[in-house]
Structure formats: structure tokens, C-alpha cells
């Protein structure tokens, strides 16, 4: 089941969607300062769907982001994910759509202390497989997507926001960075990878 509503996300209120000029970007990850919109234009929000991790047009996507972790890290992501992470209670995972094409993906799932170690905060929530097509970059869609995962992470009850990139991405680490995420301990899949940067914010 999919559910979509333009320039938001269906059952999710609250969502407020700024205007921002762009400072960098490379290979789907952008960051940005925010400024003023240019008179008279009025900057156009993605339309954000709820969908399943198993949903068509995130297999699409999957196999995108997978051909830049090959080009960046010589390998994919073989981190373990499963569609009963993202699915409410667990986790929520997004799709971002202009003009009716699927431009952008992003989720968070539960943080599982058993599964992946010790984190900051009491109820954590991980981001898994920010990505951006090339040919929508450098219009906003990682901030956008960023600001709605913590956004309904902490409606859901969560207080901490946590994830891991890599050193391949500085654009990525930029953004995060630029939005509050600091460094923590290492933890997950990667924890034992001298190249692999882990980060948290707290919510709320």
C-alpha cells in the first residue's frame, strides 16, 4: 500500500518545507545554506510517499545507490535489510516523486542494541539508503527527505537519530554535519571498518 499526498506526506501533519541555496553537491548527496527565495518564484516541495522497502520503484532506486557504493567503495552496501524494518512501528521508509518520477529515497529503521551495539539515546532510530538520482540533484531532496526521517522518527516516539557513511562521501558527511549529527561511537554492520564514519543528533 501506497499513500501520497503532494508536498507532504499523508498522516504525517506539521511538515514545513523551506527555501535553500545550494553550497554543494556531488553524486546524490546535497547540502545547503538557507536563504531567501528569489522574488516571485516559489520553491515546488517533492511529493513524499510512505512505501514498502519491497516497493517497485525503491527496488529501482536500490539498484542505483548500489552502483554508487560500487563506484565509490569497489563493493555494495551488504548491510542486512528486510521490508519488516520499515514498516510502522519499526521504521518508515520514503519516496520522493517530481513530475510523477521517483527522484529520491531515504528511511529509518529501529536500532536493535542486540543486533547492532550500543548508541546513544533510549529509543534510536538509524537512517538507511539516503539516495538521489542524478538528474534531480542539487534541488534540495536529501535536506528535504533528512528533515521528514527525523521528523516522524521523533512522532513516533524516538530521541535519537543515528546512521553511518563513509569517508567516499564527504558531500554526504556535509550534510549531516551541516544539520547537527556529530560523531559517535562506531556500531552496525560497519563498526569494524577503518573507513566508515558514524554520527547521531538528538530529537526534539
Known amino acids: 500500500m501506497v499513500t501520497a499526498i503532494a508536498g507532504g506526506v499523508a498522516g504525517l501533519p506539521g511538515l514545513v518545507v523551506a527555501w535553500v541555496g545550494i553550497v554543494g553537491v556531488n553524486a546524490g548527496y546535497e547540502f545547503f545554506a538557507a536563504t531567501a527565495a528569489p522574488p516571485g518564484v516559489m520553491p515546488r516541495a517533492p511529493d513524499l510517499r ?22 565509490r567503495y569497489g563493493g555494495e552496501d551488504t548491510t542486512p535489510l528486510r521490508t519488516s524494518m520499515f514498516v510502522p512501528g519499526e521504521g518508515v521508509f520514503l519516496v520522493a ?4 518520477r ?26 538507511k539508503r539516503m539516495f538521489v538520482v542524478p538528474e534531480a540533484r542539487g534541488r ?19 530521541d535519537q537519530m543515528v546512521l ?28 569494524d571498518d577503518e573507513h566508515s564514519v558514524h554520527l547521531g543528533k538528538r530529537l526534539g
Do not use: K, N
Open 102 to 127: 521517483p527522484v529520491a529515497m531515504g528511511g529509518w529503521r529501529r536500532h536493535d542494541e542486540a543486533r547492532d551495539g550500543r548508541v546513544p539515546g533510549r529509543r534510536v532510530a538509524e537512517i
Open 164 to 191: 553511518e557513511t563513509g569517508q567516499a562521501q564527504p558531500e554526504a558527511i556535509a550534510l549531516y554535519r551541516s544539520a547537527g549529527y556529530t560523531d559517535i561511537e562506531p556500531f552496525g554492520h560497519y563498526a
Open 50 to 71: 510512505v512505501v514498502g522497502y519491497d516497493d517497485t520503484d525503491v527496488l529501482r532506486l536500490l539498484a542505483q545507490v548500489q552502483q554508487e557504493y560500487v563506484r
Open 97 to 100: 516523486y517530481a513530475a510523477g
Open 140 to 158: 534540495g531532496h536529501a535536506r528535504f527527505l533528512l528533515a521528514e526521517l527525523e521528523r516522524t522518527a521523533l512522532e513516533d516516539g524516538c
